[in-house]
């Protein structure tokens, strides 16, 4: 299962839920040890929670703890197997969560002028469609996600579908960015650029779909996953 996730602000957390499977310990366990120490785990700012129904019908508060708030509360559990084990794992996740979020600001960095360049493109474009820049953003994040701006919202709840996107995606967007621009350059229409963008999506995931299973025949790798999972 997964361990950590990241918030809208680009802030990584985990649930007591998850520390209370992955530890083998009640929820409510968990949930007492946090508020009985309230004071203590917000010294490393607020707790949250989110409410989650229970298989009996009943609703419990799940709370979201940051990397210092989930540091200080395995501090106060037995250390079993189990919970050393989980602990490890736990401190990798956050590692590994950090080192995507840097690889996303170095991305985001390196986007922001090509935006500003598409954004200039689009103002000059003869054959703009109804509502350019937002539909331009859609198709872009669509060839790479298969979501728009809004869906990509909902379902990973960033500020917006830029901010939604993986380091790995955001890369992939800036190479659709710079073919957008060349081709609004050349005046070509908005349906000649969404041909183009969905058909180097295919040869793209077709591309990474033979890449992936070579290695696999060989044996050499294991698909790639973000690893922030409980071995």
């Known amino acids: 299962m997964e361990l950590v996730y990241m918030d809208g602000k680009k802030e990584p957390y985990t649930l007591s839920s998850i520390v209370a499977e992955c530890t083998g310990l009640q929820h409510h366990t ?6 009985k120490h309230r004071v203590r785990f917000e010294r490393f700012g607020k707790v949250g929670f989110k409410i989650q129904a229970m298989e009996s019908g009943q609703n419990t508060k799940d709370y979201i703890l940051n990397e210092q708030q989930a540091t200080l509360l395995v501090t106060f559990l037995k250390n079993t197997e189990q919970v050393a084990n989980f602990k490890t794992n736990l401190v990798k996740a956050f590692f590994e969560m950090r080192e995507e979020l840097s690889k996303f600001r170095m991305q985001r960095a390196l986007e922001k002028p090509k935006r500003k360049t598409l954004h ?11 509502h350019a820049h937002s539909t331009m953003n859609n198709l872009l994040l669509k060839a790479v996600t298969d979501r728009n701006a809004k869906q990509l919202v909902e379902e990973r709840g960033g500020y917006n579908g830029i901010d939604s996107l993986t380091s790995e995606e ?6 659709f960015e710079d073919m957008a621009i060349a081709m609004i350059s050349l005046n070509m229409s908005y349906q000649e650029i969404k041909a183009m963008a ?5 040869t793209r995931l077709k591309g990474a779909w033979s890449q992936q299973k ?3 025949n060989n044996h050499t790798a294991e698909p790639f996953t973000l690893s922030l999972k409980q071995n």
């Open 30 to 35: 968990i949930t007492k040890t946090i508020r």
């Open 120 to 130: 200039d493109s689009i103002e000059n474009w003869e054959q703009a469609p109804k």
């Open 170 to 175: 955001l890369e992939q967007y800036q190479a």
């Open 198 to 202: 969905f058909r180097n999506k295919k």
């Open 214 to 216: 070579r290695l696999s």
